[in-house]
DNA sequence: GCAGATTATTTCGTAGGCGTATTAAATTCT
DNA sequence: AGAATTTAATACGCCTACGAAATAATCTGC
C-alpha cells in the first residue's frame, strides 16, 4: 500500500509513457505493439521462471496460440528465446535475453521518469 | 515532481495494468488495442482541445493516415466522435464522447488502483 | 480567379494478428 | 504396450493495420 496518486496523474503517467513508446523515444524498437504483447514480456521478466507456454496463457486469461505468436513476435526482435523443457519434452521454457533485460530496464527506468515529472 | 516509484514498482504497475486491460478486466470492451491507438485516446482527453488529425500526427510523429484509421476504430468503439470544422473546413475537430470520457475515467481508477497495491 | 499549398481520406499491395480446429510430439494411465 | 491426455505449434479463413501514393475538398497568395 504505498504509492499514492490521483486519476489525473494516472493518466498523465499512461499517456507520457504510451507517448514516449509511440514516439519510439522509449526502449528501442518496436513502437506498436498489442498490451497482449507488453503483458507476455513482463510477465517473463516479472514472475518468476520457469515460463511455459500454458503457464503465460493462463495468467493472462487467453489462448495458447496467442501466446505462440506473442513469443514469435517477441523472438524475433529477440527480447524472448525459446528452450526445449529436457524434464517434460512437451513444455516449451520461455527464457529471458539480454537484449530483453535492457528493454524491460529501459521501460521501467521510462516510467520512473515520467512519474518523476509529474504535476502535483 | 511530485510521484517516486522505484524502477521495480514502475514496472509491476505496468505490468498489472496491461495484464488487467488483457483480461478485460480493464475498462470493458476492447483488450487489445496498441499504443498509438491508446496514444490517440489519451492525447484526446487530456490535451486542451481542439484536436485536429494534423495535430494528433504530429504530437505523436506518425503519418496522418495512422491517426485517420485509429479514429476510426476509436469511433467505432464509440469512444471519440468527428466532426468538420466549420471555420476551416479543410480540418477535422476529434471530439470526446460520454462513452469515452467513461472508459478513460475507468483507465485512471484502475492505473490508481493498482499503483495502491504496490509493494514497496 | 487561379495556381499552389494544405487537410483529411481512400486506395493499393503487404504484413501480421485473431479464433477455431487440427496436427505432432511427448507423457501418463491402466 | 496401447489408449487417452497434455503440450505447443500450425493451418485456415477472416480481419485489421501498415506505409506510400493518389484523391477530393478547401484555403491562401498573387
Given amino acids: 500500500m504505498s504509492i499514492v496518486l490521483s486519476p489525473q496523474q494516472a493518466l498523465r503517467l499512461l499517456s ?8 519510439d523515444k522509449g526502449p528501442q524498437g518496436h513502437p506498436d505493439f498489442t498490451m497482449r504483447q507488453l503483458s507476455v514480456l513482463l510477465t517473463i521478466y516479472l514472475e518468476r521462471p520457469p515460463h511455459t507456454v500454458r503457464g503465460i496463457a493462463a495468467r493472462l486469461g487467453v489462448t495458447k496460440p496467442v501466446v505462440t505468436r506473442a513469443l514469435d513476435s517477441l523472438g524475433a526482435l529477440e527480447l524472448v528465446t525459446r528452450r526445449r523443457d529436457e524434464v517434460d519434452r512437451r513444455n516449451v521454457i520461455v527464457q529471458r535475453t539480454v537484449k530483453g533485460a535492457l528493454f524491460v ?12 515529472g509529474l504535476a502535483p
Fill in 105 to 116: 530496464e529501459q521501460l521501467g527506468d521510462l516510467v520512473v521518469d515520467k512519474a518523476k
Fill in 16 to 23: 507520457d509513457v504510451a507517448l514516449d513508446v509511440v514516439r
